[in-house]
């Protein structure tokens, strides 16, 4: 019999039954993995867990090191910064992720903080349920028709998007530099040089890109002092994109005019300096969650545990091993 640790979970381990019942599995059993406050797995949770399913929370190089028997690492998500794979490669132990399982979700997402910010709709229902009823009060936006959003990166999820936003009549453009200026003419969107051109020419930017050198810190003073004062700034997708502290300064300086954020750094303990910022919405990184997005998760992320532990090869691996 195989243990498989679920760490994180929001779920009871009922849900993850269900699961290995829907796959036909009847020989691994599960266990609840507790994360302490740095992320990381209690010290004793993951002796005698064969594979670990990580919802939220993370596994370093000490933790994977200590744990020999591990077979696989699975993440619920996209990203998979949060589990140190050249450690995990080298001992031999399978990373997934699961790609693709939200992209309608977290583009419709994107949509709606977008509308949101020029509608000021989270802006009038704090006001209304703090007693104020007047409609002309706070920033004075347009329509978004005819506006301009800048997309960082063009995988999936923009390319998602970029068809909503172009329906509520913006104009796109991107910054992208794995992709041609044709390919991005298929999705009638511009293609952009560099990031501070995008910056310093969008209505909205908006990131859609994974945490990597070129992406780390993006958002930072520098490049939130090109932006327009009019402008607005969406994060859906890293936290290490974002200087927060810079963001929050330029919020508060009126250097940009709002933003909207569904990630942060600080995601363990839910503390940024963005929350509780008048002109910034903060949504606790549901993007990527609806029942269907939600189910596929578990299900993708649970049966890549146990290909690996039946010595198949998982269908999302990140990494090879031997």
Known sequence: MYRIGIMGSSKPLETDYDILR???????ELCLVPR??????????????????????RADSDVIAAHPGLRAITVMSVGFDNVDVPTATAA???VCNVPGY????????????????????????????????????GYEPPRPRGQRAGLVFFGSIPQTLAPMLQAIGMEVAAWAPTKSAEFLAGFGVEKVETPEEL?????VVS??????????????RETLALMKPTAFLVQTARGGC?????????????????????????????RSPLIGLENCVVTPHCAYHSADSFHEMRLRAIKGAVDALHGLRPEDPVNEVA
């Open 102 to 137: 939200c992209t309608y979700d977290v583009a419709l997402h994107t949509l709606g903080l977008i509308v949101d910010l020029y509608k000021k709709i989270t802006w009038f229902d704090d006001k209304v349920r703090a007693g104020v009823w007047d409609d002309m009060i």
């Open 22 to 28: 829907e796959l036909g599995v009847d020989d691994c």
């Open 207 to 220: 990131l859609h890109c994974p945490l990597v050198p070129a992406t780390q810190d993006l958002v930072r």
């Open 242 to 270: 974002v200087v927060e502290e810079d963001l929050a300064q330029a919020l508060l300086s009126g250097t940009i005019r709002a933003a909207a954020v569904d990630v942060i750094r600080d995601e363990v303990h839910g």
């Open 36 to 57: 302490g406050s740095d992320g990381l797995p209690e010290p004793g949770t993951l002796d005698g867990v064969d594979a670990l399913s990580i919802e939220w929370g």
């Open 92 to 94: 031999g132990i399978w």
């Open 199 to 203: 910056f310093a020419t969008s209505d």
